[in-house]
């Protein structure tokens, strides 16, 4: 053997406790690795065969350091972990996540209309064309058909279902409801899903909610869903708050209204008395009322398309978006929707 063996063997040392000094294991599988019977340590003694005679001693002399150096080093390390730990420090708050505020929104809603005898159901969000529309007495050429933005599923047509659509309002609920009670009221539906249209800006988003509400019954008027609509109004903005229905068009009601519900900031007067004692318009609402969906008396043909007699039963209908009704309410000055679902936490902890 040349006398670099002693040489070799000090490089092959220092290389060894460079690794040791970087190596990223747990204690045991550190210990196994360098100074277990098969580990580094031991392969590294075995070098010492390879050196001179005249060098023997000193190479013993390096591997015993060696040894001593990684003995200390995996104490120290196993020290520290079980280092003292004052149990009486206060803990670390786990953050707390909570339901999305339209899912909350959503539950509030469905309570109101379930005290007063409404079932709450789910109907499909990607439907056929028939209960988006065609049973809506909306035929296929119908020019109505443009106000809903709708997205159409790329699918085979189906001969008297049509073409499928993401459902661009939950008014698909209205004949699908008659259907699963056989035709046969009363019915008292409210039905709550996911919309989508091709609309993006801040009041609205391409993926939203409505709530449909549909009773059929004998006898039932607009006093009815007046009464309905001042109920909701009262529960879910609060005391005072009045609903008002105005002349509008749907091709699935007759008549049709469009239904506002008066401003808590002015108290539905459209005004706003400044410190001063000057009145000024109501900023939130402009006009005393806010409009949030629509509504009507369900058009005889859509209780025909559900195979109800409109010669002996009549209804009332109406759907909002639930993302609009809530950012009325009193205090939440929500002015751009899109935050609801950009997944951004900072916006939704304060619900
Ligand atoms: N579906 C209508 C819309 O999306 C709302 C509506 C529901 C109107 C029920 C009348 C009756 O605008």
Known sequence: MSDNSINN???????????FDNEDLDLDAKKTAYLGKKGSF?????????????????????????KQYLQKNLVDNSQQKTEWTDLTLPGIKQKKGHIHPISQAIEEISDIFQK???????????????YAFEA??????????????????????NKKMGKMVLTPHTSNGQVREMERLKSKPPIRMINVARCYRRQQDVTHTQMFH??????????????HLKGTLDYFAEKFYG??????????????????????????????????????????KCSFCKSGWHEVGGAGMVHPNVLKAGG?????????????????TYTLK????IDDIRYFYSGESRFLKQF
């Open 330 to 333: 009193e205090g939440l000055n």
């Open 239 to 280: 005391p005072g708050t009045k609903s008002r229905i105005r002349p509008f068009h749907f091709q699935f009601t007759e008549p049709s209204f469009e239904v506002d519900f008066s401003c808590h900031i002015c108290k539905g007067t459209g005004l706003i008395t400044d410190e001063h004692g000057d009145k000024n």
């Open 210 to 223: 409505q709530f449909e509400g549909l009773v059929v019954d004998k006898g039932i008027t607009i006093q």
């Open 116 to 130: 007063i005898g409404f079932t709450r159901v789910r109907y499909p969000e990607v439907d056929w064309d028939f």
């Open 42 to 66: 031991n392969e590294l003694s075995k070098e010492i065969k390879n050196v001179s005679n005249e060098n023997k001693r000193e190479a013993g002399k390096l591997l015993n350091e060696l």
């Open 9 to 19: 063997l000090k490089q092959a040392i220092t290389k060894l406790r460079t690794q």
């Open 136 to 157: 809506l007495n909306m035929p296929s050429d119908h020019p109505a058909r443009d106000e809903w933005e709708t997205f159409f599923v790329k699918t085979p047509q």
């Open 308 to 324: 109800i007699d409109p010669q002996e039963y009549t209804g009332f209908a109406f759907g909002w978006g639930v993302e609009r």
